[in-house]
């Protein structure tokens, strides 16, 4: 008897959970707590926090896994709208860290809004694609547009471009996989490279400095370059086999700034070397892949879109972040998913996990 | 059913164009992750040894440890510079906003002076902000602990540890043995020039005159280096490795600290200077200038007053009147006229002249110090009682060349390679001098009336007292001429090896040894019956001695009385000895500015000297003028 309760709660606990995508992150997450032991090691340690902030993301992921895709449809304007709005309350009302508008003070705490359209962006648009599937016009993509461009431009004035690429992408994600027409993609591509000069305009003035200090690091080499050598220097001098766990020069004497958060990745790449770097992108892409497998055999448009967008979201984080952390991108603030510290971040991650094990338990419901 | 077909069949080939896209961004995501692991690569295993020593280089900084400098000691051991440890207070410009309000707050802790005010604003000015300079130097232990306790107050400001040079007998030698001082832009240019930047990272001091400066890189010795591991901060945080300095080399003087100090007394508040030489090595004994300098002045930084006060009296103490005063030598040229005469055979020692008290040449009449003249006078007489008509004839006989000759084969008139800068050369006059000193053709010329002041040391004649030192130290040598020296050796503080400086003769000049006892005897005459006999009257030992005046301007046969001349109007007073006449020990040659006759003020000095050096007897007081009613010269 006891024993059938036990085997019951078993099966309720795993029934939804994908074993091959929770595998993966909990072994990203392995290393993330580890490395974020190092970079912390010396004051302050994070990495239990980190734990704590984990299981708060393994609830949630759980919790949302539970949850069949036409529930998680009839939030998708609701969310989608709150976020808006409070962008647009942070635009008139909302408190500057650092010279940029991002926090919403709330009395008791206060909030990042943009972090609600990371989920709310893919949700939304992949609900209006698939409200309108059977019949998708040109002027349908049109819109989706607009719902894109409305809170990407938000996000983007703050000013946090790190937010705003990946809310910007994940949608762009959405409107490509629904189907948009191969010409307006190359078209968007051209587009894009024409209007780089008028970016530029727009760009603020620390923007294009990064920008600049991206081609020659050399040029400001205590100012914005900064970042940028130092994180160089501890990748390369992890060589091949890296200089071991808590060995990194670079990072135990303080020269890599932001080390437990978006320069982790140089933290565990000087101490793990290029064989780490090898294992931790290896991980990435199975669970890149394992996520686009799942979105591939959904049974709704919805699920469909929507898993992908998810599944190249973390792509464009781990890309991002890795591509700024070795001189190849300019510095934007974007965590490296699974590994960087901040409960924020990790919880909006495991979410996107829920969802696409959601996608993956609920397959079979239509055709039932 | 048909319907259902065809919204079927529209559903796969959706699914099928989802796949297709699914797949593309696959192949997109491959591709991103192949070109990130290729940079990877490429950090990590192609330039990784370029990123391993920017990453050691970031981590690792070298601190210079400066080095004890060498120890100066006299040839008895007598310290006459060393080093001590001392605490001072320091502050980093660059790392303050309000400057004046930080020492205003650390005079809350520890006391500074206006006067130490000053000094930090001289050194502010010449020095660059990243410096650290001192605002007290010398902190009791008291506010060591006062300061400690508030430190958290002042970034910025750092109490260290730091090596102060001490000179612990105060002004004495001080001309010889110069002083150290903070580092500036000429300094710098020598220590580039000597490719000695490096070994100079951690030094701030450098010798500036004297001996501290001509034996600067012997006695700075070699910087050691810390290697400490650094974080982004700057601070450090271990030791890594320590290659200690090595101490400068120590310098053993030939010179005697107590006679230097009897020589200096003995002059009391005139000025002038000595020069005392060990004939038979060139070892300097004693080097004397008068008015002297503090020295321990100058270490942590002159104050403005003190130098203004050393720099603009009338008395010029900062000026070392033993190599840089040039002065005609007087009737002290006599004895080397007389030895040139002997040589190139221009007279013999019996050969006698008549003196009728003057000597006329072209129309001009030179006039002997006596009146009437001292009738008739062999080489002996012309130097124990110092007459001039036999010099004015001899000169006249000789000609300026071989004069020029003989005396430039003496050293004088050239510099004599001393162990310390800045030595002036004197005037050797000849007719080529002046084709170089003067412009106008007419004063190019040189006129046979010019020959015969020379003989008397007078005209154009101007020697440094070294020179005059050295000169009379070759002849009491029988011609072996050494390098005049202060430095009697050198010893490595590593290795403990004594290296000599000079043991070899600069040169030898080959007189006939009849005729240097002649000139010998004719100034151990001075000392018993003639000029010098007064200051020498019951001496222990045979010496000899030459006095000489060197006149400031001519009076035209007026009568002289020094007494009634304004001081500074007086003529200068010269002697030159040696003792005992045998085996001469010591040679000298001394000079009292506006002192009058040599043997009334610089005789009585010579023989203090020459008491303590050979008897150790210690004078009672400075050295009293000789009254002598009646002209001695």
């Known amino acids: 008897m006891f024993k059938h309760l036990l085997e019951r709660f078993w099966a309720r606990l795993t029934g939804n959970i994908d074993g091959p995508l929770l595998a993966i992150a909990l072994a990203l997450m392995a290393f993330g707590v580890a490395t974020v032991f190092s970079a912390t090691y010396d004051a302050n340690n994070r990495a239990y926090s980190q734990l704590l902030n984990m299981l708060v993301g393994l609830a949630a992921m759980w919790a949302i896994a539970q949850t069949p895709p036409q529930k998680l449809m009839r939030f998708a304007v609701p969310l989608y709208v709150l976020g808006v709005v409070l962008l647009v309350l942070v635009f008139l009302v909302g408190v500057k860290v650092n010279g940029a508008k991002r926090w919403l003070p709330l009395g008791f705490t206060r909030i990042q809004p943009a972090e609600i359209l990371k989920i709310a962006m893919p949700l939304m648009l992949a609900w209006y694609f698939h409200r309108y599937e059977s019949a998708l016009k040109f002027r349908h993509f049109a819109i989706a547009g607009i719902l894109l461009l409305v809170p990407f431009g938000l996000i983007a004035k703050q000013p946090d471009l790190g937010t705003a690429i990946l809310v910007g992408a994940s949608g762009f994600y959405v409107i490509f996989l629904a189907g948009l027409p191969w010409k307006a993609v190359i078209g968007l591509i051209l587009a894009g490279a024409s209007a780089a000069p008028f970016v530029w305009t727009m760009l603020h003035g620390y923007q294009r400095k990064r920008l600049l200090t991206l081609i020659d690091p050399t040029t400001d080499p205590l100012g914005a370059g900064y970042h940028i050598i130092q994180s160089t220097i501890a990748i390369g001098s992890g060589g091949s086999f890296g200089k071991g766990w808590l060995q990194g020069t670079q990072t135990h004497l303080e020269f890599i700034p932001e080390r437990h958060t978006d320069f982790i990745f140089a933290v565990f790449s000087e101490e793990r070397g290029l064989l780490g770097n090898a294992i931790l992108v290896g991980l990435y892409l199975l669970l890149i892949a394992r996520g686009l497998m799942i979105s591939a055999n959904a049974s709704t448009l919805f699920a469909r879109v929507l898993g992908g967008a998810i599944t190249l979201s973390f792509f464009t984080y781990v890309f991002v972040n890795m591509g700024m952390v070795s001189g190849v991108l300019p510095v934007v603030g974007v965590p490296l998913p699974f590994m960087s510290y901040g409960g924020t971040a990790l919880v909006t991650l495991f979410l996107g996990l829920g969802i696409l094990m959601s996608i993956h338990s609920h397959r079979m419901l239509v055709k039932k | 059913m048909r319907f259902r077909f065809s919204k079927q069949r529209t559903q796969d080939s959706e699914l099928e164009k989802f796949r297709f896209r699914i797949v593309f961004a696959a192949g997109a995501v491959v591709l991103a992750f192949s070109l990130l692991i290729g940079r990877f690569f490429y950090l990590q295993v192609i330039q990784r040894d370029y990123y391993t020593t920017r990453a050691e280089d970031n981590r690792i900084s070298l601190v210079p440890i400066a080095p004890n400098r060498g120890v100066i000691l006299d040839r008895n051991g007598t310290i006459l510079a060393r080093n001590y440890t001392a605490f001072t207070l320091e502050i980093t410009p660059s790392k303050i ?33 990243f410096e650290s300079l001192p605002i007290r130097t010398r902190l009791s232990d008291e506010e060591v602990a006062r300061f400690a306790a508030n430190r958290y107050r002042f970034p910025g400001v750092e109490v ?36 000695q930047e490096a070994n100079y990272k951690g030094t701030d001091h450098i010798g500036k005159t004297g001996l501290e400066q001509k034996y600067e890189f012997q006695l700075h010795g070699q910087t050691g280096y810390e290697e400490v591991e ?14 200690a300095p090595i101490s400068g080399n120590n310098l053993t003087l030939t010179l005697d600290a107590k006679l230097q100090e009897i020589t200096e007394k003995a002059f009391g508040d005139r000025r002038g200077a000595l020069v005392a030489i060990e004939p038979s090595t060139g070892g300097i004994l004693a080097l004397v200038s008068t008015p002297t300098f503090d020295p321990n002045l100058f270490v942590d930084g002159i104050r403005s007053d003190e130098w203004d006060l050393l720099n603009n009296s009338p008395d010029r103490p900062m000026v070392n009147r033993a190599l840089n005063g040039a002065y005609p030598p007087g009737s002290t040229f006599k004895p080397f006229m007389a030895l040139a005469a002997l040589e190139i055979g221009k007279r013999s020692p019996s050969q006698t002249i008549y003196d009728p008290g003057y000597f006329s040449f072209g129309g001009h009449t030179f006039r002997d110090d006596k009146k009437g003249g001292h009738g008739s006078v062999d080489m002996y007489k012309s130097i124990v009682h110092s007459c001039d008509t036999y010099y004015y004839m001899l000169a006249n006989d000789m000609g300026i060349d071989n004069i020029a000759r003989f005396m430039g084969s003496l050293g004088l008139g050239s510099r004599t390679g001393i162990d310390i800068e800045g030595e002036s050369e004197g005037v050797l006059p000849s007719p080529e001098w002046k084709k170089r000193r003067f412009k106008r053709p007419d004063q190019q010329k040189w006129y046979a009336g010019e020959t015969i002041s020379i003989g008397i040391g007078q005209g154009y004649n101007a020697y440094t007292p070294i020179q005059l030192a050295q000169a009379i130290a070759a002849v009491a040598n029988n011609g072996v001429l050494y390098r005049p020296h202060l430095v009697r050796y050198i010893t490595d503080t590593k290795s403990g090896q004594k290296s000599l400086i000079e043991p070899e003769p600069l040169r030898t000049l080959h007189w006939k040894p009849q005729n240097v006892e002649t000139i010998k005897n004719a100034m151990i005459g001075v000392n018993k019956e003639g000029t010098g006999a007064r200051a020498f009257a019951g001496a222990e030992y045979v010496s000899g001695g030459k006095t000489g005046t060197a006149q400031l301007f001519s009076l035209k046969g007026a009568d002289y009385r020094s007494g009634k001349l304004k001081q500074e109007l007086r003529d200068h007073a010269l002697f030159i000895a040696f003792a005992p006449a045998d085996q001469p020990k010591i040679a000298l040659a001394v000079l009292v500015e506006n002192g009058g006759f040599g043997a ?28 002598s009613p009646e002209k001695v010269e």
């Open chain 2, 97 to 129: 906003d309000r400057l004046d309000e930080t020492i205003e707050e650390l005079g809350r802790l520890v006391e500074i002076l206006p006067k130490d005010r000053r000094r930090f604003r001289k050194l502010l000015e010449e020095s660059k902000s």
């Open chain 2, 230 to 243: 650094i974080d982004a901060g700057g601070h450090a945080i271990r030791s890594l490795a320590r290659t």
């Open chain 2, 160 to 195: 260290k540890a730091r090596l102060f040079r001490q000179y612990p007998l105060g002004s004495i030698a001080s001309h010889a043995i110069g002083y150290i001082n903070r580092i500036n832009k000429t300094d710098l240019e020598t220590i580039e020039k000597n490719e």
């Open chain 2, 600 to 627: 009334r003020s610089a005789a009585p000095i010579a023989r203090m000297v020459i008491d303590y050096y050979l008897l150790g007897k210690l004078p009672q007081g400075p050295a009293k003028d000789e009254d």
